[in-house]
């Protein structure tokens, strides 16, 4: 699935049963876990081992292919102002925009 991702909206969550891979196809991010934070280019990869929790951030609009299985939760348990279910962030390819 490809985001759009801007700002900080993204919460810390996690996915406790599956790996989440980030594809950078455009943009620059940058992902937090609790003891590391990775910058991301365009065509970068990043792997989020289940069980770890992320949040990502960057200060420009960034497009990000997430690959990972249909029933994935973005959010994992996690419930913010962000999320959707999946068939409502596919259409609108907007899960994680901010103004700021």
């Not at 249909?70 to 913010?80: C, I, V």
Request: contains cysteine; charged residues 25%.
């Amino acid at each position: 699935m490809l985001v759009k991702i801007i700002g900080d909206k993204i919460p810390w969550h996690c996915h406790a049963n599956e790996d989440e891979l980030l594809w950078v196809m455009k943009g620059n991010i940058v992902v937090h876990t609790r003891t590391e934070s990775v910058h991301l280019c365009s065509g970068e990869l990043y792997m989020v081992a289940k069980g770890i929790e992320p949040k990502v951030t960057t200060n420009e609009l960034a497009q990000v292919l997430l690959i990972e299985s249909k029933s994935f939760k973005h959010t994992g348990e996690t419930e913010s102002d962000i999320t959707q279910d999946a068939f409502e962030y596919l259409l609108e390819n907007n899960i994680a925009t901010s103004s700021s």
